[in-house]
């Protein structure tokens, strides 16, 4: 047998050249693409410190500490014009977690009822449901603000002709005007008797999951809890004399006095949102129903489970895995369009945002604000869907 | 028991004959009964939808053909009761091509059916050939060309006048030709082995994904002109173009990587066995069987970037969006706005659902399943 080399004996680097080591290869081509971006970037920001310095553009966040000078429509917090435009920055923040939070919940309503429609077996509902999702998925969501909004102004009369569908309820080109609560101790004792209902669920839950698993006995903790966060605001409001006074709107001159008013912008902000949104939502709680097969209904009534049951541990926990991650993607996707509200005049945070842009002139520090402000939105969304991901993953062999 | 003497109860049936089921299971009756009214709620239900529809639907289609004024003056719609569809009829060609010249406003006319003849032509997968890449290269610089004119004798139009129908479809067209292929690129580096390529791949499309596509399009209206050096300027819709085309890349990315997931190790070991190298198996064997499996998201994609092209309105673009608001601002025209957005809403439901329809078409047709 002749003498083979061995294969290890001679080094590739004398044979070999080096792009055909995949590894030198790859470092090198890592290295330039570092290279590539980060010459790219510097050409980027040279150019950019040279504009400012020559258009003479104060630089930093210090702006911040300004005051801001303008007003703003609506706000959850108290805030005047002589504000720093931190806050007014706030304030845009506050407003778009506002109508991000009312939508979604309203959102994941609507969009579960019509989605649970379009599997109707009533033909005219399912094909309503249909057809609704099919519309509202295809016109641009700005379009439809535009419209709700100059529906508002446009259709509706002022304030001396409102509308009048319900007692103390009036629609007009001012907005929607409802009555208000008045004031009383019992409404933050009732908020205080929800929460606390809500911890003793959440505590009950888990001591009846783990008797369950030691003994084997059951208890009923869907009955117990619905008592609890029914019945526990309820007897406060009871117990704290049962207040029910409320202050009706009224006309006074042009405009009405009293109630709570929801702004034209605002109302038809959520509604755009609500409607274009609900009839993804639709779509995709739909598929969450269908994907579960119905051998598993069968197997699960094989085994004796109630409906309820049945419906509680076979078939819901096996359509939410389905249904949660693009959910949420859906309710981010609500909170990002909820910046189209600029375009309408209700006053989130790239609207207060962009304001600040153009009385300061600071546009590269507004927009990475803004950037950042939606960011931090998305990327504490992604982190309960990694969270929830992980929690609901199959748990394979 | 004698089978064969005839039950007094049943009638005589021969035993060739076919016995013809009760009215009630089968034709118009039983597909109401079946469909409508097969329990008491859903009777309930559908009594009361119907009421519903006829309170709703018959006064909605008086006032939207039987009063409508078609190509009136704004005066005399005013004092009719219907829909003033005049509104977009008497307005039809701002409302199309906005500041474009008025006497060279056949050249978008032109423009657009070419790109809808390639569309046309591109249904059909029989055609999808070389030729026809060829085609589509030729069809959008002949577009360009049209539009911006300044050779063959054709008066130069500032891009700062286009506007209407074009601007819309172009800034579709572009930002979706060319956000596929960086989509793709950008997906092939997130499940790339090179940990910085992986790195700057994720950050970016992560960053773009997390920022709503306005906070682009302001970036690229005034921030972009600080990036570049002192008198060098990029036009406006060239910028508002790239921020569509990043933004959009980001979301096909994600898409694609979907489907790059999908695909079984073994097709990978089997493409490395024949001696393919990284570019041969993504091309040859990864990357036609992936593009294949993402055709329905892609193509919800796509539709949503066909309908945020409406968002350059924010940076003042005069995409078809823009220039009906700009006529609604027209004393005359004032107060118009229903009929308006309803015409707008159309044109963007025709334009979305036969991209969905032709989506759904084509999954048909490339399903290899049995």
Same mark, same amino acid.
């Given at each position: ?100 939070? &009312? ?8 969009? *579960? ?11 005219? &509902? ?120 409320? *202050? ?115 546009? &590269? ?33 | ?96 091509? +906005? ?17 809808? +003849? ?34 063959? +004798? ?8 286009? +506007? ?207």
């Amino acid at each position: 047998m002749p003498p083979r080399r061995s294969l290890s004996a001679p080094s590739p680097h004398e044979t070999e050249p080096f792009w055909l080591d995949p590894r030198k290869r790859s470092v090198l081509f890592q290295a330039l693409v570092l290279g590539v971006v980060a010459l790219i970037a510097w050409y980027l920001i040279a150019n950019t410190v040279e504009n400012l310095h020559r258009q003479k553009i104060a630089t930093g966040f210090g702006f911040l500490r300004k005051e801001a000078a303008f007003e703003i429509g609506e706000s959850v917090i108290r805030y005047s014009a002589a504000d720093t435009y931190a806050r007014a920055l706030l304030v845009g923040a506050l407003n778009t977690v506002k109508v991000a939070v &009312i939508g979604i919940v309203l959102t994941v309503l609507l969009g *579960t009822f019509i989605g649970i429609a379009r599997l109707s077996s009533n033909w005219l &509902i399912a094909r309503l449901a249909a057809a609704y999702i099919e519309v509202m998925q295809d016109i641009p969501v700005l379009l439809q603000l535009f419209f709700w909004y100059a529906l508002f102004y446009e259709s509706l009369p002022g304030p001396r002709n409102a509308l009048n569908p319900l007692t103390g309820v009036y629609l007009c080109n001012r907005g929607l005007i409802v009555p208000a609560l008045d004031p009383h101790p019992a409404w933050r004792a009732i908020v205080l008797a929800l929460v606390a209902a809500v911890a003793v669920v959440w505590v009950l839950r888990r001591w009846a999951r783990r008797r369950q698993d030691r003994t084997g006995q059951t208890f009923p903790v869907f009955r117990v809890s619905l008592a609890l966060i029914v019945g526990a605001p309820v007897l406060t409001w009871w117990t704290m004399g049962s207040p029910r006074a409320v *202050t009706l709107p009224t006309l006074q001159g042009f405009n009405f006095v009293g109630g709570k008013t929801l702004s034209p912008e605002f109302t038809a902000v959520l509604l755009g949102l609500v409607l274009y949104t609900a009839a993804f939502v639709a779509e995709i709680v739909r598929a969450g129903i269908q994907a579960v097969s119905k051998g598993q209904r069968e197997a699960a009534m094989a085994l004796g489970l109630r409906p309820a049951q049945v419906l509680r541990l076979v078939i819901l926990p096996q359509a939410l895995r389905v249904i949660i991650p693009p959910l949420t993607s859906q309710m981010l996707n609500l909170t990002k369009n909820s910046s189209l509200a600029v375009a309408i005049g209700y006053p989130d945070f790239v609207s207060v945002a962009n304001t600040t842009i153009n009385q300061t002139g600071q546009s &590269i520090e507004g927009v990475a604000l803004i950037m950042v402000v939606y960011l931090f939105f998305s990327l504490s969304t992604s982190a309960f869907m990694n969270w929830y991901n992980k929690k609901a993953k199959l748990v394979e062999r | 028991m004698n089978s064969r003497e005839p039950s007094p109860l049943t009638p005589a049936v021969n035993p060739g004959d076919t016995l013809k089921p009760p009215v009630t299971a089968y034709g118009p009756v039983g597909w109401l009964r079946k469909n409508l009214f097969n329990s008491v709620p859903n009777s309930l239900l559908t009594v009361l939808t119907v009421a519903f529809l006829w309170k709703t639907v018959p006064p909605l289609l008086q006032w939207a053909f039987v009063d409508a004024q078609w190509a009136t003056p704004s005066a005399l719609c005013r004092q009719s009761d219907g829909a003033c569809w005049s509104v977009i009829s008497r307005n039809l060609r701002f409302i199309l091509f +906005g500041f474009y010249p008025y006497d060279q406003q056949w050249r978008p006319i032109v423009a657009v059916i070419l790109l809808l +003849g390639l569309i046309f032509f591109s249904r059909d997968r029989k055609y999808w050939t070389k030729p026809l890449a060829y085609a589509w290269i030729v069809g959008l610089a002949a577009m360009g060309t049209l539009m911006a004119g300044g050779v063959f +004798g054709l008066s130069a139009v500032e891009s700062s006048q286009w +506007g209407g129908l074009p601007l819309t479809l172009l800034l579709a067209v572009f930002g979706l030709t060319a956000a596929y292929p960086l989509g793709v690129v950008l997906a092939l580096g997130r499940q790339s082995r090179m940990p910085a390529v992986k790195v700057l791949c994720i950050v970016y499309i992560e960053l773009i994904r997390g920022v709503p596509l306005i906070s682009l399009l302001f970036m690229a209206s005034i921030i972009f002109p600080l990036f570049l050096p002192e008198g060098v300027t990029i036009n406006k819709i060239l910028r508002a173009q790239l921020a569509i085309i990043l933004f959009t890349a980001a979301y096909i990315a994600e898409v694609v990587r979907g489907g790059l997931q999908a695909i079984p190790r073994g097709q990978y070991e089997a493409a490395e066995s024949l001696g393919l190298n990284y570019y041969l198996t993504m091309r040859l064997v990864v990357l036609p069987q992936a593009l294949k499996i993402v055709i329905p998201p892609t193509v919800s994609i796509l539709i949503s970037a066909f309908k945020d092209t409406s968002l350059v309105v924010i940076i003042a673009l005069y995409d078809v969006l823009k220039t009906t608001q700009t006529v609604l601002s027209n004393p005359e025209w004032m107060g118009f706005s229903r009929e308006a957005y309803l015409f707008l809403a159309l044109f963007y439901f025709t334009g979305c659902f036969s991209m969905s329809h032709y989506s759904r078409r084509l999954e048909k047709q490339l399903s290899t399943e049995h």
